[in-house]
């Protein structure tokens, strides 16, 4: 029987992000951070420096911009807003993650179903026939 | 002139068996005109002497879908950017930044978006030969918004026969519904491609089973793809590494049935059975959404460029593909990487032209 190279997880189990909050103090920890966020397939929420609080999607990071930058995609706003570094003081993975894999856990909870069903039908008729 | 149109043929669609992509007036074919701008095009691109340079322009319209198939990180959004599209005004604004002769067209499900058969419509005017990826569920009740046009192929989604394609797209009676609208545009003259993408577990008889289905069909060619690992998708168990990927393609396409065709390079199907060594083209199929233009390609993103200038010139190219050492390309074999890289073989070289040749004529016989 060939052996085949197996595939390792394209990525390896990630903790939950969801409802967590980063304060941020350093260069290091907010780039740590946002690339976080930036892999984050839900609504983020920072706190700026200035007091204002903004919601929205963050969908690019700049650490090497001049200056250091995000990009965020807020609701009803068609315009993305651009945000430095320097000007955010804490990070909340505040929405849902949209990558939890729960439409395919309750695809295979169905097909799950479907086949423990059709045993079942079958082992019943087994038994009704004598066969079991 | 003879000789690119020559290579043109060659080049772009592939009959496994036979050159009846030439010679079978009975069969829908790859129109000349697409093969020629297409040859033409990149020839101009090597007399300019240009290294990087873009094929396929990737125009995602809208993240939305209408399915949430098992293997697809591409759709996985909050809600207020699911409700986002590209304007048609965006779109054709892409293709001609981008400038590349063939627009694909995926998503999300380009279907949905309410403006879609307007930004078609702007592309064929601007001769942009177009590629409309759909999973077909609306197909039939879309259709009139598009006029048949030699510009214009839809790209129908089938992973395999009923029982797999289903099973891939996680609904059952999505097969059906496809093959239904694959039929009514036939009907209609349209251009109908159909579209596959295998995971592990895939099963040669039945891949070969489904593309003889297919091509029964009327379809003027398939295209095929191992999936990509996307981090974000939701089965994380079936992706194709690569030792495995080369076995299986070796599997399903030695010994051809007479009836299949391909709308892929002949050099990329010897790629995908392991025959040809290729590193990626990342940047010959770049990316255009509601972000901007993703880099570095189709499949991974690893942040947005304003502009497609910005992104061909400031992206750190030599950062991807599996002979750059990134983990994230060590496995990819997927069409949008390579297809791009087999082209410009046959287009780089007499011994690429030359390959191309023999793997044409004789797609049995090892390079």
Known sequence: ?132 | MALLALTALLAFPFDMADQSVINSPDRPMVPLSQMFTVATYVMGQKLRGRKRYPLVLMLEPLFRCNLACAGCGKIQYPEHILSRRLTPEQCWAAAEECGAPMVSIPGGEPLIHPEIGEIVAGLVERKKYIYLCTNALLLKRKLDLFKPSQYLTFSVHLDGLQEEHDEAVCRDGTYKTAVEGIKEALKRGFRVTTNTTLFEGANPERVREFFNEAMALGVEGMMLSPGYSYQKAPDQEHFLAKKRSTELFKQILGNPDKSWRFNLSPLFLKFLQGEIDYDCTPWGMPTYNIFGWQKPCYLLQDGYAKSFAELMELTAWEKYGPKSGNSKCSNCMVHSGYEATAVDDTFGSLAGFFRTVRATLAPNRPL
Do not use: C, H
């Open chain 1, 1 to 132: 029987m060939p052996t085949f190279e197996k595939t390792e997880p394209a990525a390896p189990p990630e903790e939950i992000l969801q409802g967590r909050e980063f304060v941020l103090s350093t260069d290091e920890e907010r780039n740590a951070a946002f690339e976080q966020a930036f892999d984050y397939r839900g609504d983020v929420t920072l706190e700026l420096r200035s007091g204002e609080r903004i919601e929205g999607y963050l969908f690019n990071r700049e650490p090497a911009g001049d200056p250091p930058s995000v990009s965020l995609l807020l609701k009803g706003s068609d315009q993305p807003r651009q945000v430095a570094y320097s000007e955010i003081a804490k990070l909340v993975f505040s929405g849902k993650d949209a990558a939890d894999g729960k439409s395919y856990e309750a695809w295979k909870a169905k097909k799950k179903a479907e086949r423990d069903a059709e045993a079942k039908r079958i082992e019943e008729k087994m038994k009704t026939d004598g066969y079991l």
